[in-house]
C-alpha cells in the first residue's frame, strides 16, 4: 500500500480531530475557527463533528479569549486558541507570560493550564509587515512556556498531539507558507515527544541547523550542495523550548562548520541562542565561526521582490555554505 | 629606540631561514651580542646575536618557522618601551649578518592595522586544538580558509608531513621473548669467547633409519593406534644421538663459572623452536635416557606450547647442550650463538644431495653440514672436532646407538 500522504494543514486539523474525539475536555477558541475554518482552511469540517459547542468563534479580542483559555484550563478543559497570525500574539502577551507562563510556579503547583496556543509564522504571502512576522522568540525567551515549531506534516501531527497532552502551555507555529506542503502522515495514533531533535538528513561538512519552513529551505540547500561535492547535515530541533542541545552540539563536533536557520528576526532570536549554545558546548570542535540566517532586521516589505530579499533561499544558504567550506572545493 | 630583530641573509641565493630555536624567550632581558637564536639554511645552522640591549618583546616566529629574509621576527625595546607597528618603517640596525639586498619585510594584510604585538594567526577554535595535540607548530602552518585563516585541515597536512609515515610506521616494538632474546644474544656475543669447527656428514643412514621408524609406526598397528601417534623426525634423531655422544664428550657437555668447569653427568637437550617473534629453546630434560618416542612427544608438547606462548619456567630452563635446525628453511650450513651457561650448540643444516668422491668415484649422497660453535673457556677446537668425529660416526650408523 502506497504511503498515505497528507498536506500540512490535512495534518494539523486530523491531530486536532483526533484529540478532540479522545478527549472530550479538548476544545478550541478563536476567530474564524467554526464556521470559516480559519482563513487558511485548517479547521474546516471541524465544527461539523464536534459542533459549536467545542469550536468556539470569539470576538477579536485576542486578550480576551486568549484569557478564557487560561482559565478554562486552570479549571479542566484543555483549550486550543488560535491566533491568526503570529503577529497577533502581540495582544495576548499578557496572558502567556504573566499569567499561562507563571501560574504554576505562583499556586506552588496547584494549578496547572494545559493549553496550547496555535498561531502561524513565515513570509513571502504579501501579507505585509503585521501579517508576516515569526515571533516564536519572543515566547521561547519565558520560562514555563514549551515552543514547537513543525517543519513537515508528519511532525505537524505528532507534535500537535504531545502538545495537547502535555500539561503545561505550549506555543504552536505553523509557518503558513507550509500549509499545503505535502508529506507522508501514518492514520494511527501517534505523538513526538517535545524536545527531541531530528536530523532530517546526514551530512559531513557542514551543518544546517533549521527551525520550522526553514528545514524545507535547509534541504533545498543540501541537495544544490551535493551538486558540488558538500555534504550537508539537516538538523531540525523541532522545540525551542525544550532545546535538545545534545542532538545539536553533537551534529556540530561532526562536520566543525554550522549555519542556522530560523525565520524570526536574528538580532537576538532562535538563531541567536542556538549559535551561542554551539560556541559554549562545541568551540574547540569548531572549524569557523557559526552563522546566523533569519529575517533581515527590517519591517517586512510588501513589495514581492523586496520581501523575498529578506528571508533566506535555498541558493543564499547554499551560497553561504560553500563560503565555509571554500576551501575544501 | 627599538630595535628590530630580522630574519638575516646568509647566502647569495637565500630567500628564506628556517628559525631552529630561540635562545631567549619572550620578555627575557638580552645583552648585545647575547645568542638569540639559532637559523638553518640550506648549509648550516647559525647563531644570530642580539643586535642591542634590551627586552626581547614581540617574537612573531616559533620554533620551525620558514621565515622570507628581511622580515622582522621579534623587536628588543628598553624597558617600558611598545615595539612599533609593523608597518612602520625599521630605523632599527640590522643584525651583522643582513645582507644588503634583503627584501623588505612583506606585510601580511590583517597586521596592517594593528600592532605587532603579539602576532595574531587566524586560526579556528578546532584547529588551535588539533594542533596542541597534534605537537603542531602553527607559526609554520599556512592557512588554507576563506581568509587565509588556519583550518583543522591545515594541521592534520601538516602533522602527517612533520611524522613520515616510515618514521612510526617501521619501529617495532619487540614482545617479551624477543626482548629477552635481544637480551641474550648480546650476553652470549659480547662475554663468550665463541669458536666454530663444521663437518659435513654422511645423512642416507639417518633418512633410512628414519623412513625404517615410520614404517613400523603405521596405524595398521591396532597398538598404535590406541596411542597418540607422534612423527619421529631428523631432529628427534640427532637429539637422541647427540645426547648419547655428548656422554662420551663431557667438556661439551659443561658450564664455564667463576669456580671452574661445571660437568654435567645428565644432558638436558635444548631446541631451538622459531616463534612469532623471536626464538626459544625449549628443553628435552635427560635427553641420553629418553627413548626416541618419548623425545618425539616431548618436542610436539614443547613446540605447541612455544606457539601458544605458554612455555612455562621448566620448559625452557637447566638446558645443557643446544640443537638449532634450520633444514627445514633449506639453509645449508650455518652458526649459532651459545645459550651461557652451557658450553656448545650444535647448528644443523639441510639434508641435500651431493656429489663426493667415494674410493676414488664420484657419488652423489644426501649429506649435511653440523657445525659446532663451543666456549673456548670450556672446550678447544681438538676436543670439538673429536665430538664431531664421533657424532658423524653415530649418524652413519644411528641403530648402533639408538638400538
Known amino acids: 500500500m502506497p504511503e498515505r500522504e497528507l498536506t500540512f494543514a490535512q495534518a494539523v486539523r486530523e491531530a486536532l480531530a483526533e484529540e478532540m474525539r479522545h478527549d472530550p475536555r479538548v476544545c478550541i477558541f478563536g476567530e474564524d475557527v467554526a464556521e470559516a475554518g480559519t482563513p487558511f482552511k485548517v479547521l474546516s469540517g471541524l465544527v461539523e463533528e464536534f459542533g459549536p459547542e467545542r469550536l468556539i468563534d470569539t470576538p477579536i479580542s485576542e486578550a480576551g479569549f486568549t484569557g478564557i483559555a487560561v482559565g478554562a484550563a486552570m479549571t479542566g478543559l484543555r483549550p486550543v486558541v488560535d491566533i491568526m497570525f503570529g503577529d497577533f500574539v502581540t495582544l495576548a502577551m499578557d496572558q502567556m507570560v504573566n499569567q499561562a507562563a507563571k501560574i504554576h510556579y505562583m499556586s506552588g503547583g496547584h494549578w496547572r493550564v494545559p493549553m496550547v496556543l496555535r498561531t502561524t509564522l513565515g513570509a513571502t504571502r504579501r501579507s505585509a509587515a503585521q501579517h508576516s512576522q515569526s515571533l516564536h522568540a519572543w515566547f521561547s525567551h519565558i520560562p514555563g512556556l514549551k515552543v514547537v515549531l513543525p517543519s513537515t506534516p ?43 531533535a531530528e536530523v532530517k538528513r546526514s551530512g559531513d561538512d557542514i551543518t544546517l541547523v533549521a527551525t520550522s519552513s526553514m528545514v524545507q529551505v535547509a534541504l533545498g540547500a543540501a541537495n544544490l550542495l551535493e551538486k558540488q561535492s558538500i555534504s550537508a547535515e539537516v538538523i531540525d530541533p523541532r522545540t525551542t523550548w525544550p532545546l535538545d542541545e545534545a542532538a545539536i552540539l553533537a551534529s556540530a563536533k561532526k562536520t566543525s562548520r554550522v549555519i542556522v536557520l530560523d525565520e524570526g528576526y536574528g538580532r537576538y532570536g532562535v538563531a541567536s541562542e542556538i549559535a551561542a549554545v554551539i560556541a559554549e558546548g562545541a568551540f574547540y570542535d569548531l572549524d569557523a565561526p557559526v552563522k546566523r540566517m533569519g529575517a533581515m532586521q527590517v519591517p517586512i516589505p510588501f513589495s514581492p521582490p523586496l520581501e523575498d530579499a529578506t528571508v533566506p533561499t535555498e541558493e543564499t544558504v547554499c551560497a553561504a555554505a560553500r563560503a565555509m567550506c571554500k576551501h575544501q572545493l | 629606540m627599538a630595535f628590530s630583530v630580522v630574519m638575516p641573509a646568509l647566502e647569495m641565493a637565500q630567500e628564506s631561514g628556517k628559525l631552529i630555536a630561540w635562545r631567549k624567550k619572550e620578555g627575557d632581558r638580552v645583552a648585545k651580542g647575547e645568542p638569540l637564536l639559532e637559523i638553518e639554511t640550506d648549509k648550516a645552522v647559525v647563531e644570530l646575536e642580539a643586535p642591542a640591549d634590551g627586552l626581547l618583546v614581540g617574537i612573531k616566529a616559533a620554533a620551525g618557522a620558514d621565515v622570507p629574509v628581511g622580515q622582522t621576527i621579534a623587536w628588543i625595546v628598553v624597558p617600558g618601551e611598545t615595539p612599533p607597528l609593523e608597518s612602520a618603517p625599521s630605523t632599527a640596525t640590522a643584525p651583522r649578518a643582513s645582507h644588503p639586498e634583503a627584501k623588505p619585510a612583506p606585510t601580511p594584510a590583517h597586521d596592517a592595522s594593528g600592532p605587532a604585538l603579539p602576532s595574531r594567526v587566524k586560526i579556528s577554535p578546532k584547529a588551535r586544538r588539533l594542533a596542541k595535540e597534534l605537537k603542531v607548530d602553527i607559526a609554520a602552518v599556512r592557512g588554507s580558509g576563506p581568509e587565509g585563516e588556519i583550518l583543522a585541515s591545515d594541521i592534520e597536512a601538516s602533522a602527517a608531513v612533520d611524522r613520515p609515515a616510515s618514521k612510526v610506521r617501521n619501529l617495532e616494538l619487540p614482545g617479551s621473548v624477543g626482548r629477552v632474546m635481544a637480551e641474550r ?24 633409519y628414519r623412513n625404517r621408524i615410520a614404517a613400523a609406526m603405521e596405524p595398521s598397528d591396532a597398538g598404535a593406534a590406541l596411542t597418540k601417534m607422534v612423527r619421529i623426525t631428523h631432529t628427534d634423531l640427532l637429539v637422541a644421538l647427540v645426547a648419547h655422544v655428548l656422554l662420551r664428550h663431557p667438556r661439551l657437555n659443561a658450564s664455564w663459572s667463576a669456580e671452574g668447569i661445571r660437568i654435567h653427568d645428565h644432558v638436558n637437550m635444548g631446541i631451538a623452536i622459531a616463534v612469532n617473534d623471536g626464538v626459544v629453546a625449549a628443553v628435552i630434560p635427560n635427553a641420553h635416557s629418553a627413548t626416541l618416542a618419548q ?70 649422497r644426501p649429506r649435511m653440514t653440523l657445525t659446532l660453535s663451543c666456549d673456548h673457556r670450556v672446550a678447544d677446537g681438538a676436543r670439538a672436532a673429536l665430538f664431531l668425529n664421533d657424532l658423524a660416526e653415530a649418524v652413519r650408523q644411528p641403530g648402533k646407538s639408538l638400538g
Do not use: C
Not at chain 1, 154 to 183: C, H, S, T
Not at chain 2, 186 to 200: A, N
Not at chain 2, 335 to 359: F, H, K, M
Open chain 1, 154 to 196: 508528519y511532525d505537524a501531527k505528532g507534535l500537535l498531539k504531545a502538545a495537547i497532552r502535555d500539561e503545561n502551555p505550549v506555543v504552536f507555529f505553523e509557518d503558513k507558507m507550509m500549509y499545503k506542503l505535502k508529506g507522508p502522515v501514518p492514520a494511527e495514533d501517534y505523538a513526538i515527544p517535545l524536545g527531541v
Open chain 2, 185 to 208: 644474544t648480546t650476553q652470549s656475543w659480547t662475554t663468550v669467547p665463541h669458536f666454530f669447527v663444521s663437518r659435513e656428514i654422511d645423512a642416507a643412514a639417518l633418512q633410512d
Open chain 2, 295 to 364: 623425545i618425539a612427544s616431548r618436542r610436539v608438547e614443547l613446540t605447541e606450547r612455544a606457539f601458544a606462548g605458554k612455555l612455562r619456567p621448566a620448559d625452557i630452563s637447566d638446558a645443557t647442550f643446544t640443537i638449532s635446525n634450520l633444514g627445514m628453511y633449506h639453509v645449508d650450513q650455518f652458526s649459532a650463538l651459545i645459550a651461557p651457561p652451557q658450553a656448545a650448540v650444535l647448528a644443523v643444516g639441510a639434508i641435500a644431495d651431493r656429489v663426493v668422491a667415494i674410493n676414488g668415484w664420484p657419488a652423489v
